[in-house]
Structure formats: structure tokens, C-alpha cells
């Protein structure tokens, strides 16, 4: 199965400045003959349950804030909060659809 | 409005069975394929299970597999999850998840999920 590791587990941003969670897979997520990196992000918020974010690496699901963006390529992404909101605090988990489905262990979010 | 609501969940020993089930909404249920992610405190998201919109593929994690089995009544808009011969590290939340397509890849509509608690 491919690994996900996100970094840090957890971390501390002040209001309106910039977040950014790492996201790293056991192999490559790309997919040469469509040109796309398989993997998504998710948000969630104490009791409940996880919300799609991005897709297909860099792709904001509708009604996702601009704030939020997705980069990166095979092994290695990230998600960037641009101007961290307090409704932002949450824990993030990515995904790979790649190989079957694996999340990495993801990374909380909170206010400094 | 996608709205998926699981049932099912509930107190059972090491060794038995449970059936969880999904009822969804606000989507045709016959062109989206259907999965279930579980969480638990110390693992984690995990993916269990997923089903092509026909039913026709399946699909298991490695540390389900032999034991839970995955189905859907399209008649129905029902999702379904049996589960056999339940261990203690079963203990989860288990959401049901909709998929943007015919084949299980990222999840965009999820349940509030539904606990299962295996203890004897």
C-alpha cells in the first residue's frame, strides 16, 4: 500500500497569516497517461465528518474558499491556507486514489 | 441536496456480526460509486471498502477482507456493510462516502457515521 505522511502533526498560525501542511506518498501518485497527480484533501472539524477540499492535487472542490490551494507532483504536495481564518481550525488529512485509498495521519490546525 | 445517513452501528462482542447500512439522497444512487472510510483516535481515516455503481466490482482493504462485505440496493438508494467475525480494532466510526464517479476515488458527500464498538 502507498504511505502517506503529512507534516507537522500539528500546528499553530495567527490570524490572517499563511498555513501550509506537507503531504509526502511512498511512491508516485502520477498518472503519466492522463497527466494528473491522484490525490486529494480534506478538512475536518471536531464532531464531524471529513469535507472534500481539493482534488485531483490542485483542483478547489466548489464553494472551497480561494484561500485554500493544493499544489505539488508524484510524491510530494501541499496545501496552503492563505490568510488563516478562525473557521479554519480543523484537522487536514490527504488522500491518495492512486493505489487503492490511503490517508495520511493527519495535521491539526489551530490559532497561535 | 446529497444527504447519505448510516445505521447500523452499536455495542457488539469480539466474534459477531453487524450489518451497517446507508441511505442516500439527492443524487442518482445508480451512477456514483459508494465507499466506507473509518476513523478511530489512534489510526486515524482508513478506507474499507468500495463498490462500483452497478454493484458489479468491489473492492477491500487488506485488513477487512474475508470478513466485511460490501453491497448496495440500487432499487433502494441503500448502501450496505456486513461485517463478520469482528475484533476489537473494528472499533470505529464508519462513514459512508459518495464518490464523483462510477469508480471509488476521492469521497465528496459523507455521512455523520455511525459507531461501532466491538468489546466483550
Known amino acids: 500500500d502507498i504511505v502517506m505522511t503529512q507534516s507537522p502533526d500539528s500546528l499553530a498560525v495567527s490570524l490572517g497569516e499563511r498555513a501550509t501542511i506537507n503531504c509526502q506518498s511512498s511512491q508516485s501518485v502520477f498518472y503519466s497517461s492522463n497527466n494528473k497527480n491522484y490525490l486529494a484533501w480534506y478538512q475536518q472539524k471536531p464532531g464531524q465528518p471529513p469535507k472534500l477540499l481539493i482534488y485531483w492535487a490542485s483542483i478547489r472542490e466548489s464553494g472551497v474558499p480561494e484561500r485554500f490551494s493544493g499544489s505539488g507532483f508524484g510524491t510530494d504536495f501541499t496545501l496552503t491556507i492563505s490568510g488563516l481564518q478562525a473557521e479554519d481550525v480543523a484537522v487536514y488529512y490527504c488522500q491518495q486514489y492512486y493505489s487503492s485509498w490511503t490517508f495520511g495521519q493527519g495535521t491539526k490546525v489551530e490559532i497561535k | 441536496e446529497v444527504q447519505v445517513l448510516e445505521s447500523g452501528g452499536g455495542l457488539v462482542q469480539p466474534g459477531g456480526s453487524l450489518r451497517l447500512s446507508c441511505a442516500a439522497s439527492?443524487?442518482?444512487?445508480?451512477?456514483?460509486?459508494m465507499s466506507w472510510v473509518r476513523q478511530t483516535p489512534g489510526k486515524g481515516l482508513e478506507w474499507v471498502s468500495g463498490?462500483?455503481?452497478?454493484?458489479?466490482?468491489?473492492y477491500y482493504a487488506d485488513s477487512v477482507k474475508g470478513r466485511f462485505t460490501i453491497s448496495r440496493d440500487n432499487s433502494k438508494n441503500t448502501l450496505y456493510l456486513q461485517m463478520n467475525s469482528l475484533r476489537v480494532e473494528d472499533t470505529a466510526v464508519y462513514y459512508c462516502a459518495k464518490d464523483p464517479g462510477d469508480h471509488p476515488s476521492w469521497f465528496d458527500d459523507w455521512g455523520q457515521g455511525t459507531l461501532v464498538t466491538v468489546s466483550s
Open positions: 463498490i462500483s455503481g452497478d454493484g458489479d466490482s468491489t
Open positions: 439527492g443524487f442518482i444512487f445508480s451512477s456514483y460509486a
